[in-house]
């Protein structure tokens, strides 16, 4: 497959995930769930699947076990933000009815060993999530590693069930980079990032308060944002020397893009 | 032979659960670890895996199979109680503090959410499709059931269908699947199959309408959590959707929980309005009516020990008082 046949069988797909995830009275009160393309994108490029229904299947399946596990993030966001009972309540829900659509839907096809891998994935999604939140004394370098282990779990357990073999490590780096960017985009346009939050705890002395997470004090907030600035920049070059021994061509088409997007669009790189 | 008595006949098999439970739950990250360690201490009737391995009497049991059900089974409904305390904001539950109360709702989540995983993982070894598609089915229901209950909070104007519908998928979807998919791992005769579903539907059925009645009735020591938290929340249950065919006492509860910050006082006038309506009697009699249903779906069955046990069990839900 080339990568516009690639493009186009990731358009179809994130129709049918739209689809798949719309519920009229959820919408109503929470964000419709965001579908992260290149994801899309890397799962199609992963499946070795002959069957179209199957590999269709298996891909939405997948997506739709990440974008349960992104919606459930949002809880702590209400918390500290809105603490709107109802957009709590819904967010649980939705994100309990998409992982419930996940199991139903590679039931149907007796994808049993995939349903086992994915719930492998998001165990350990869930452990990272929670040392995340809750680690001592992680430093930058420990927390980037979680984050990096996070954002490529899912991604890894379908290749393992679908190819026996691990995803490439430049596309764990990729989507970190991702998640950088994207808190990044945040600060730049005056919104709020949780994530900075919870990464600049490293940097407050008092983390002992396990039930509490409380926001950071505006100078410790400010060095968070100044070292994720140096970390897009590391990051970046990191991927580009990974670009250079990359064999796989469709990933490396799809990094690419998606970096000269970042630089393009960011000012810490003119 | 009394409700103890069954569970001592199953002691050997459900105490192989509680450590497959354990053991499934085991994992390095030291705050999972806690919470899911104190979910499992607070226990509860394990009411599921009972369901699964009494079915599963009636066919050719293999506990080594049919542990994975009743494992799986318990731990999606204890996945279920935790995101259920996110979504009631429950600080108590069985008189323990809650997960989301002891640490907070973000925890909660990741903890429902790893519980939940490791039950697909454990029900994965089963190899039956059908198996799958039903548990995977009745989840889903579960979900949209849950969803339903908060779409119609503070709606006073429900009917009767609409709560069976609710409860249905609230609880007696999980019990009856329990049922069927003890049964079926156990390879007991389909229409056989077919009857035990139905008796778990209808015990669950009564069930919840006990529940919700307990709700109206019980104490907070006995509850473990205050009661007439379901009105307090705009939870319509049968109590007081019973009551509410009074004009009168419809337009009561309706001004006193228009307003939602009502105080504790004003809460009680309504939940004492709803038990001396005599909604209370009505409502235990509906709870009856199902349990004879489910009496009704075993007398299909062969007689044997086991199923005397659901009959017991299916007493033991009409008396019970917590």
């Not at chain 1, 965001?34 to 070795?48: A, G, V, Y």
């Not at chain 1, 950088?180 to 949780?194: A, Q, R, T, V, Y």
């Not at chain 2, 009516?289 to 009496?295: D, G, P, R, S, W």
Request: overall charge positive.
């Amino acid at each position: 497959m080339n990568s516009n046949e690639l493009f186009i069988e990731a358009a179809e797909l994130k129709d049918r995930i739209r689809q798949a995830i719309y519920h009229p009275y959820l919408l109503k009160y929470i964000e419709p769930p965001k579908i992260d393309e290149e994801k899309l994108l890397i799962l199609c490029s992963i499946s070795n699947e002959k069957n179209d229904n199957i590999k269709q299947e298996t891909i939405l399946s997948t997506m739709l076990v990440q974008i349960a596990l992104d919606i459930h993030d949002n809880v702590l966001l209400i918390d500290l933000t809105s603490n709107s009972q109802k957009e709590r309540q819904l967010t649980v829900l939705a994100g309990d009815y998409y992982s419930s659509l996940y199991y139903k839907r590679l039931s149907l096809i007796n994808e049993r060993r995939l349903i086992r891998m994915l719930a492998d994935g998001i165990k350990e999604v869930n452990e990272l999530k929670t040392l995340f939140l809750y680690g001592e004394n992680l430093d930058t370098k420990q927390l980037l590693h979680i984050q990096w282990r996070i954002e490529g779990c899912i991604l890894n357990q379908f290749s393992l069930a679908v190819r026996r073999q691990k995803i490439s490590p430049i596309i764990n780096e990729f989507f970190l980079l991702k998640r950088l960017m994207k808190e990044k985009e945040l600060i730049d346009n005056g919104l709020f990032s949780l994530w900075i939050h919870l990464f600049g705890r490293q940097f407050t002395s008092n983390r002992s308060n396990k039930k509490n997470v409380e926001l950071l004090p505006q100078e410790i907030y400010k060095k968070a944002v100044q070292t994720v600035d140096s970390l897009i920049i590391k990051s970046c070059k990191k991927i580009e020397a990974m670009l250079k021994n990359d064999e796989d061509d469709i990933v490396s088409s799809i990094v690419k893009r998606q970096l000269s997007l970042f630089k393009a669009s960011n000012s810490l790189f003119e | 032979m009394n409700l103890k008595t069954i569970y001592a006949s199953l002691r050997a098999d459900l105490s192989l659960i509680e450590k497959e439970m354990e053991l499934s739950l085991c994992t390095e990250e030291p705050i999972l670890f806690q919470t899911s360690k104190q979910l499992l201490k607070a226990g509860g009737k394990r009411l599921r895996p009972v369901f699964v391995l009494l079915s599963g009497k009636f066919g050719d049991y293999h506990i080594d199979k049919i542990k994975e059900v009743a494992v799986a089974l318990e731990l999606i409904h204890t996945a279920s109680l935790v995101h259920d305390d996110v979504i009631d904001d429950a600080d108590l539950r069985r008189g323990e503090p809650t997960v989301k109360a002891k640490w907070n709702n973000q925890t909660a989540m990741y903890t429902g959410d790893y519980i939940l995983a490791k039950a697909l993982e454990r029900i994965t070894l089963i190899e039956s499709q059908e198996a799958h598609i039903t548990l995977s089915e009745t989840i889903k229901e579960v979900t949209i059931g849950e969803i339903e209950q908060i779409r119609d909070q503070f709606n006073w104007d429900q009917n009767l269908r609409s709560y069976l519908r609710r409860i249905k998928r609230k609880t007696a979807l999980l019990i009856s699947v329990s049922c069927r998919l003890g049964a079926l791992v156990s390879d007991v005769p389909k229409h056989q199959q077919k009857h035990l579903e139905r008796f778990g539907y209808f015990a669950g059925m009564s069930f919840q309408i006990t529940d919700d009645i307990l709700d109206f009735v019980g104490t907070k020591a006995k509850l473990g959590k205050p009661s007439g938290g379901d009105l307090k929340q705009g939870n319509v249950t049968l109590p007081a959707l019973l009551a509410m065919s009074d004009p009168y006492i419809k337009e009561k509860i309706t001004a006193t929980l228009k307003n939602k910050n009502t105080n504790e006082k004003e809460l009680n006038e309504a939940l004492h309005l709803i038990k001396s309506s005599g909604a209370i009697e009505c409502s235990e009699n509906m709870s009856n009516a199902y349990l004879h249903k489910a009496q009704l779906e075993l007398s299909n069955l062969p007689a044997c020990k086991a199923r005397q046990s659901l009959e017991k069990i299916a007493e033991y839900i009409g008396k019970r008082k917590f």
